[in-house]
């Protein structure tokens, strides 16, 4: 596609349940990154991948979160065990090259429209 | 660690001149970006800054002082449609970290 998709848009879920939040990146765009964002807040940054490789997740809040990345594309976000604290928009955004390659704006992430998530 | 600070929010006048300074402390820094961000929409790229200096792109330019760890953002010309958030963000050796952004209210 031309840009970053993210599915569902909107999930609301009970406490408890387990979600899976979805990145469709931009086509061949190597690395990809997960976000949450509060309202009124800059984007939090939770874990990214270059291609397949999770190179750092150390913005995972807890154990509950993980991410995966197969086939150095498509990227799922899963939080189990769902917590009223886990509502917030989700954000994934990709890049052209590798994160950390330090090559400026070839590190331009393009953001995807956010998967908006509300635990009851 | 890291910080990054920039104002909550400021205020300016359409067709007048405002700049949102960012300032942080980081490590293994490589760069830094600034991004647009309207209300309920992504975050959508506005500029890259490596090396000291003003960069001028249109009516948005962005200056970097490496060795003071500072950054503005340079908006002339305002128009309504600038009201929205910026956010300042650090490209380090191992990831981006993002400001807590400043809302501008752009005023008729």
């Known amino acids: 596609g031309a840009g970053v998709s993210q599915s569902p848009r909107y999930k609301v879920t009970k406490r408890g349940q387990d979600v899976a939040l979805r990145c469709d990146p931009i086509?061949?765009?190597?690395?990809l990154y997960w976000y949450r964002q509060a309202l009124g807040q800059g984007p939090e940054f939770l874990t990214y991948?270059?291609?397949?490789?999770?190179?750092?997740k150390s913005g995972l809040p807890n154990d509950r979160f993980s991410a995966e990345r197969p086939e150095g594309s498509i990227s799922t976000l899963t939080i189990q065990r769902t917590e009223q604290r886990d509502s917030a928009m989700y954000r994934c955004?990709?890049?052209?090259?590798?994160?950390?390659?330090?090559?400026?704006?070839?590190?331009?992430?393009?953001f995807g429209p956010g998967t908006r998530l509300t635990v009851l | 660690g890291q910080n990054i600070d920039q104002p909550t929010e400021m205020t300016a006048t359409e067709g007048a001149i405002v700049q949102i300074n960012c300032t942080y402390q980081t490590s293994g820094f490589n760069g830094l970006f600034w991004y647009q961000q309207h209300a309920g929409e992504a975050p959508t790229f506005l500029s890259y800054?490596?090396?000291?200096g003003l960069e001028e792109k249109g009516r948005f330019s962005s200056f970097l002082s490496r060795s003071k760890g500072y950054s503005y953002l340079l908006l002339k010309e305002l128009q309504m449609k600038d009201s929205a958030s910026y956010l300042c963000?650090?490209?380090?050796?191992?990831?981006?970290?993002f400001g807590k952004g400043t809302r501008l209210h752009i005023l008729p």
């Open positions: 955004a990709s890049s052209l090259e590798e994160g950390t390659s330090g090559r400026g704006s070839y590190n331009e992430q393009f």
């Open positions: 963000a650090v490209d380090r050796d191992d990831k981006i970290i």
């Open positions: 991948f270059n291609y397949e490789a999770q190179q750092d």
């Open positions: 800054n490596v090396l000291d």
């Open positions: 086509s061949g765009h190597v690395s």
